[in-house]
C-alpha cells in the first residue's frame, strides 16, 4: 500500500519562501512522475510543477523562476521549493505521483494536501 504524507505549508508574508515536501511510503514500487499541483476554492487543480524520472521538469508559467521542484530518488520524496511567494500563490498543494507498483500497473497517488497562505 503506498502512501503520500505530506508536510512544509504555512503561513508566510508576500516574498517570503516555504519548502514543501512529499515523502512516497511502501515498498516495491518504482515512481515515474511526481507532480505538485494546487487548488483554490472555486477553481480546478492546477499543475505547477513536475519532475520525471529522467529528471525533465514542467512548471506552470505563473511559477516559473520561483519555484523549484526536486527529488530524492532514494528517499522517494519530492521537493518544492517556493520563493518570492505571492498572495495569489494561496492554495491547498497536493503532490501525486504516478508509481508503477507492477510490471502492468500504474496507478496515480495523491497526497493529503497542504495549506499555503500567503499574506500581503
Known amino acids: 500500500q503506498v502512501q503520500l504524507v505530506e508536510s512544509g505549508g504555512g503561513l508566510v508574508q508576500a516574498g517570503g519562501s516555504l519548502r514543501l515536501s512529499c515523502a512516497a511510503s511502501?515498498?516495491?514500487?518504482?515512481?515515474?512522475?511526481m507532480d505538485w499541483y494546487r487548488q483554490t476554492p472555486g477553481k480546478q487543480h492546477e499543475l505547477v510543477a513536475r519532475i520525471a524520472s529522467g529528471g525533465t521538469t514542467n512548471y506552470a508559467d505563473s511559477v516559473k523562476g520561483r519555484f523549484t521542484i526536486s527529488r530524492d530518488i532514494a528517499k522517494n520524496t519530492v521537493y518544492l521549493q517556493m520563493n518570492s511567494l505571492k498572495p495569489e500563490d494561496t492554495a491547498v498543494y497536493y503532490c501525486s505521483m504516478q508509481i508503477r507498483i507492477s510490471s502492468y500497473v500504474s496507478q496515480r497517488y495523491w497526497g493529503q494536501g497542504t495549506q499555503v497562505t500567503v499574506s500581503s
Open positions: 511502501g515498498s516495491g514500487f518504482s515512481i515515474n512522475i
